[in-house]
């Protein structure tokens, strides 16, 4: 095992929250607990709630009971909780109370910093404004909202009453906020005037307005104020937020506690593969996962400062709320571009507040690597001690680059991979465990997955179904009114086998690999292979800084494999850069997947997550309706597809 990247040291290990836990049960090899935690269930699901000490009200009487069975399967039977409590109430009120818990940046340089205290006074007034108003246990609160303090005091509030928070990304037009309101029944939104992209305002409440009118559950709109922009207000159905919060409380409302199973969020997928899907999340399932990952694979600690560049309608953006304060850390949130004034805003960032835990996604790392490592050197960066990625495959170039120039090759890259429908992962590494590139290590702890053929085959050494053979506790609870869908999304395919629509590989040394959707694979002349293989040949020689591999309809192969290439600067587009594109895939690949063509794009359609949307780039270059594109950043992407050489 020589193609290790990055080793753990002794310190490392020593003072890691999972080697606790080890040796609270007495182990002294990692591996053993990943397994044992697979295949002992009811023992680690148990040993996690003790050993995090998450607080429930009233004790469960049995860890799960699948006697319904495994899509229906029922966790910490009997208990009571409330992951508004776990997360601010027990910090506010002990010996953290004092401690800056959130911190949160706009683009235009404006600047929240809030203790746990004084949080928990925020959220106490909006927790009592809501019950005012009507708002009561199950009903369904949705927040269209950028990225500010006042979207996790809207979070906490909404989960502290018993309500159901559904978080909308910022960016999706009305349309798209109309169906994910409609869908849940939201009696309530809280939106914005407006935010600030590239100095510019970008309109959030027309888009509200025009979203709301097509809603007659949504009856009240609560709006912050960022911008000085005019904007229609309806004086029966608006009021601001300033005035919301002051019809509240902060007398210290009442924390609802909740059983165990009870729905705290709704996820909506991003909708990149037909009508979102309003995934269901429970006060245990959520807590419980959420404070696993980012506790043992994430490490965190009270000390650390935690951010994640992401968005609040992604499920990046509770976990990432919900994970850090449990802990007792310090949440960072920024709303804004990341390379505006300046291309280098988001290693400032890092620099100014010495961020000592961040992820990222591969795509956002490949669009950094334009700009230049100077960038990142100009700044100190030495306060970091793990990074995180998620949302897509690595590939080499730009791993080595996150890990060299942002972490100094000194921090692990904590790469993790699951989804909205189980607001967590499936796979991930430890900061315990030697790292290879590119890989997530293994399973998540207590994540029992494997990798399957079409005859339900456990494979190695080639690409394969991503399967969960046992259920988790964050598993989506249905999906929202539609359980036929839900049973026929996941676990349709295998009985009582959890089929998540990814492919992954385990390698020969028993190290996982992610390589895309199951839907995104290609099938060239009867192999079967996932498009990041390709996009990884692609940017391997540093003259490519995005790509997507895509399948469209061939004669004779049946499929025929397209590349959409964006040059790295300083590498125009050119016939030669051309042949070498093909030739790199065919050195790395073979002749089979020899590319039929390599076009050339100055953009790629992403979400706001910098998810590349295959999908939408094989479906607009055959000339096909798009369908939902709720889900799409910059949506003028698409005519650079349509236009490519």
């Not at 809030?114 to 005012?132: G, K, N, Y």
């Not at 911008?227 to 005035?243: G, L, S």
């Not at 120039?405 to 790469?415: A, E, L, Q």
């Not at 089979?592 to 295959?614: E, Q």
Request: net charge negative; hydrophobic share 40%; proline share 5%.
């Amino acid at each position: 095992m020589s193609d290790f990247a990055w080793r753990p040291t002794p310190e490392l290990t020593a003072a890691a929250n999972v080697t606790r836990f080890m040796r609270r049960h007495g182990m002294d090899d990692v591996q053993a607990l990943v397994e044992r935690s697979a295949a002992e269930p009811e023992w680690f699901w148990d040993a996690v709630v003790e050993d995090l000490g998450i607080r429930f009200a009233h004790p469960y009487g049995a860890v799960f009971d699948a006697s319904r069975g495994a899509p229906w399967t029922e966790w910490y039977v009997g208990g009571r909780l409330n992951i508004a409590a776990n997360c601010l109430d027990r910090h506010a009120g002990g010996p953290r109370g004092d401690a800056v818990c959130l911190i949160a940046e706009r683009e235009d340089g404006h600047l929240t910093q809030l203790t746990f205290r004084e949080l928990a006074q925020h959220v106490d007034r909006c927790a009592s404004a809501l019950r005012r108003r009507g708002i009561a246990h199950g009903d369904r609160v949705a927040a269209y909202m950028p990225m500010t303090a006042e979207v996790v005091v809207q979070l906490l509030a909404t989960l502290k009453i018993g309500a159901i928070f559904i978080p909308i990304v910022s960016e999706y037009a009305p349309a798209a906020v109309a169906e994910r309101l409609r869908d849940a029944g939201a009696k309530l939104l809280f939106t914005a005037d407006g935010s600030i992209r590239n100095g510019q305002t970008v309109p959030i409440k027309g888009n509200a307005d025009a979203a709301v009118a097509e809603v007659p559950s949504v009856t009240q709109m609560v709006v912050a104020r960022y911008t000085d922009d005019d904007i229609v207000w309806r004086h029966e159905r608006d009021v601001a937020w300033p005035e919301f919060l002051a019809s509240g409380s902060s007398d210290g409302t009442d924390t609802e506690m909740m059983a165990s199973m009870d729905p705290a969020l709704i996820l909506y997928t991003s909708g990149t593969s037909g009508r979102p899907k309003g995934t269901v999340h429970s006060h245990a399932g959520a807590l419980v996962q959420i404070a696993k990952e980012t506790g043992y694979a994430f490490d965190l600690k009270p000390e650390d400062r935690f951010f994640w560049l992401t968005d609040i309608g992604w499920m990046m953006g509770p976990w990432t709320i919900l994970g850090g304060l449990f802990h007792g850390a310090t949440v960072m949130l920024y709303d804004g571009a990341w390379d505006w004034p300046e291309r280098d805003r988001l290693w400032s960032f890092l620099e100014r507040h010495r961020v000592s835990v961040f992820g990222i996604s591969p795509t956002a790392i490949r669009v950094a690597m334009r700009s230049g490592a100077e960038l990142v050197r100009r700044h100190d960066l030495s306060h970091l001690r793990i990074l995180g990625s998620t949302g897509e495959p690595w590939d080499e170039a730009s791993w080595y680059w996150f890990f060299e120039h942002v972490g100094d090759s000194r921090c692990p890259i904590i790469n993790i991979s699951g989804g909205t429908d189980i607001i967590g992962c499936f796979l991930s590494p430890l900061p315990t465990q030697p790292l290879k590139p590119c890989s997530l290590v293994g399973p998540g702890l207590g994540m029992a997955v494997d990798v399957w053929n079409e005859k339900g085959e456990s494979v190695r050494n080639e690409v394969g179904y991503l399967v969960a053979t046992k259920p988790a506790p964050s598993m989506t609870r249905g999906l929202w009114n539609d359980a036929d869908r839900y049973l026929e999304s996941y676990w349709s395919t295998w009985k009582d086998v959890w089929n998540h629509g990814d492919w992954a590989r385990i390698d020969e040394d028993g190290y996982w690999f992610l390589e895309g959707r199951a839907d995104d694979t290609l099938k060239v002349a009867g192999r079967r292979i996932g498009p990041a293989e390709v996009e990884s040949a692609l940017m391997a020689g540093g003259k490519v800084a995005q790509a997507a591999a895509v399948g469209v309809p061939h004669d004779v192969k049946g499929e025929a494999i397209v590349c959409f290439v964006v040059p790295q600067e300083g590498h125009a587009p050119s016939d030669k850069l051309r042949e070498e594109l093909v030739n790199a895939v065919v050195g790395r690949l073979g002749r089979v997947d020899r590319p039929d063509k390599v076009l050339f794009v100055a953009d790629l359609p992403k979400t706001s997550g910098a998810k590349i949307l295959r999908r939408l780039v094989r479906d607009t270059y055959l000339g096909r309706e798009p369908g939902d594109l709720s889900s799409v950043q910059n949506p003028d992407a698409m005519d650079a597809i349509r236009n490519a050489e």
